[in-house]
Structure formats: structure tokens, C-alpha cells
């Protein structure tokens, strides 16, 4: 699998399991962490190589890089070579998060896999449970 195949799977299957966006409603602004969440490129950061030192910085940053090399156990020059794919996954979580719109996200994912020759993986049995039940519970 590629590398970035298993960034897109962390980012697509995170959000997806947690339902909701890593971004700070009051003060309109995404985190890599941010109350248990995680946003798109967080879901590939270990907590080992999380700090809040990251925050504000973009995937351009070398401690962006360097915490998503040792978490993912690759040399930061494989990192810095998808910095521009890893911008435009981060973008589309930063661009559906104000919106809270899981469905929109969901769908701008699936086009940048056909663009970028990625496989959507699939959702969970578990979750799509989970999904099915708040739907007939909450109308959502």
C-alpha cells in the first residue's frame, strides 16, 4: 500500500468513525487535535508525536513533517514529497468543516481518490451501524 493511500485510509476512516470535524466552532479554526479529535492529517500523527506546537502550522511545516515521518515510520523526504496531496486532503476536511457536513466530505474524499488513484476503503460494518441507528433516532 501506498503511503499516501495510508494517510487518505486514516483520514477518510477517522472522520468517518468519529462523525464529526477536528475544528473549533467559536473561533472557526481546524486543529491536528482539538477535545479527542482529530482532523484529516491528524489521524496519521501518533500521540507520541502529537504536541500543541503543532497547531497553526500547515503540512509544509517541518514539524508537521517530522511528527508524520516518526509516526509513520518513514524517512521525512517521502513525507515532504506529498506535501502538495497532503495540502489538498487537509483542505478538503478545512472546507467541509465549517459546513459540518460528514456527506460532502465523504464525497470531495472519493474525488480526490479517483484523482490521485486511490481506493476509498470501506466503512466499517460497526460504524455503518452506528450511522443507520442515528439516522432512525435523530433524523440526521
Given amino acids: 500500500m501506498s503511503l499516501l493511500q495510508t494517510i487518505f485510509n486514516n483520514a477518510y ?11 473549533d466552532y467559536r473561533e472557526s479554526v481546524c486543529f491536528y487535535r482539538h477535545n479527542s479529535m482529530a482532523c484529516a492529517i491528524g489521524w496519521s500523527i501518533d500521540d507520541a508525536y502529537y504536541s500543541k506546537r ?18 509513520l515510520d518513514v524517512p521525512q523526504e517521502d513525507i515532504r514529497l506529498l506535501s502538495v496531496p497532503l495540502d489538498k486532503l487537509q483542505m478538503i476536511h478545512d472546507y467541509a468543516a465549517p459546513r459540518k457536513t ?6 470531495k474524499m472519493e474525488e480526490y481518490a479517483q484523482l490521485n488513484h486511490l481506493t476509498v476503503p470501506p466503512i466499517p460494518e460497526s460504524q455503518l451501524v452506528l450511522d443507520l441507528y442515528k439516522e432512525t433516532t435523530h433524523g440526521q
Fill in 13 to 23: 476512516l477517522g472522520i468517518i468513525k468519529q462523525n464529526a470535524f477536528c475544528y
Fill in 54 to 71: 503543532l497547531e497553526g502550522k500547515g503540512v509544509y511545516d517541518d514539524d508537521i513533517l517530522l511528527a508524520l515521518s516518526e509516526s
Fill in 102 to 107: 460528514i456527506d460532502e466530505f465523504k464525497i
